[in-house]
């Protein structure tokens, strides 16, 4: 089975939102919607819109795993058809921790990385200067902050709801799903 997991540096770091955007991307695919797995207390159902699809594709999954270590991280790419978004703030700590995450999965086997991205949220408004400057993963991605994206409930399903560099940056964001959990 194809699995996107998502995976996060620390709480609050937009894996959630990550999710959902993964899946409103796919739910209306034509071989199905990818199953949809989170853990308790996420908020993972109602940041989707809800989970009602009219087929589930059996073959593909999205899994808001939530924070996670390193190692974890390591094990789940080991574990076969996964590849992983690590969602990390978009600040100094946050470019920091996923460095980290990405230098210890390079550790245990760099050839890895391709089946890793790193999606850096900027989830306190605008964030200067703590922009991964080296790709340490398959790819980088930069969230920018929109009020649309932080407010509670589900993600906007009109994406002209959202700032142009939000809607840029969520269509890079999708294509890079497509490829995760079809490819």
């Keep these: ?15 959630s939102t990550l ?6 991307a796919t739910r209306d695919d034509a ?8 853990t308790g207390g996420t908020g ?8 009602e699809v009219g087929r589930v594709d059996p073959q593909s999954a999205i ?5 996670c270590a390193a190692s974890d991280a390591l094990d789940l790419l080991r574990s076969g058809d996964v590849a992983v978004a690590v969602a990390a703030p978009a600040t100094p700590l946050g470019t920091a921790d996923a460095l980290r995450l990405t230098a210890a999965i390079a550790e245990g ?3 890895l990385l391709a089946r890793v991205a790193v999606v850096q949220t900027e989830v306190y408004g605008r964030q200067r200067g703590t922009t991964l400057e080296k790709a340490p993963a398959g790819a980088v991605l930069r969230l920018p902050f929109d009020r649309a994206l932080a ?9 002209r709801t959202l700032r142009r560099r939000t809607r840029t940056a969520v269509h890079a964001w999708r294509s890079y799903c497509g490829w995760a959990l079809r490819s």
Excluded: H, K, N, Y
């Design 31 to 38: 071989r199905g919607a990818p199953g949809l797995f989170g």
């Design 44 to 51: 993972l159902v109602e940041r989707c819109g809800g989970d």
């Design 19 to 24: 999710a959902a955007l993964a899946f409103a």
């Design 109 to 111: 086997d760099s050839a």
């Design 1 to 15: 089975m194809r699995t996107l997991a998502i995976v996060s540096v620390t709480s609050g770091a937009g894996a």
């Design 63 to 67: 899994w808001d795993v939530g924070v």
């Design 151 to 159: 407010r509670p409930g589900s993600v906007p399903e009109d994406l």
